[in-house]
């Protein structure tokens, strides 16, 4: 009877010790599934970030929103869009144009901070010379004609705003 006894009792550690086994197996499994789908979750986010490293890098090749010739060039910030990129490789003339908006806007702030005064007539100049400019970047340009008047060396002329 005592063997008996010893013999159930190895029996149902046996099966215990199998059902643990089992159970180990499965929950190893599980936890490589679900590391194997965050893998590929990173992998996904990694391409993704260097697709857009590959474009931002691109922006390095446009010119900035400052002409280099401007006297205050090296103090303005150099803002690009990276739709103004893709604009700027199809085409050239486009990009050249652009250019010229950047250039003509800019000397209209350069001559205003020169004598001072900015003026209606300058406000209409200035949206003339940068209407092919999108908002950013006329607004890259005005934050130096900004910085000036904030600064106390431009003043408004308000002349031609007051009732004659």
């Not at 800019?106 to 001559?111: E, F």
């Not at 940068?130 to 950013?136: A, P, W, Y």
């Amino acid at each position: 009877m005592k063997q008996v006894a010893v013999l159930a009792m190895l029996i149902v550690t046996a099966a215990t010790a199998a059902t643990l086994l089992i159970q180990s197996s499965r929950e190893r499994a599980a936890s490589f599934e679900q590391t194997r789908s965050q893998h590929e979750e990173l992998m996904r986010r990694l391409a993704r970030l260097e697709q857009m490293l590959a474009t931002t890098s691109a922006t390095d090749a446009i010119p900035t929103a400052v002409p280099e010739g401007s006297p205050s060039a090296s103090a303005s910030a150099r803002e690009r869009s990276p739709k103004d990129v893709a604009r700027a490789d199809i085409d050239p003339q486009k990009l050249a144009e652009r250019t010229e908006h950047i250039h003509a806007g800019n000397a209209i702030v350069d001559r205003a901070i020169q004598t001072g005064r900015w003026s209606l007539a300058d406000v209409a100049s200035f949206g003339s010379a940068t209407s092919g400019l999108n908002g950013e970047e006329s607004a890259a340009i005005m934050a130096r004609l900004s910085a000036a008047i904030n600064a106390d060396q431009v003043q408004l002329d308000m002349r031609r705003l007051q009732p004659q």
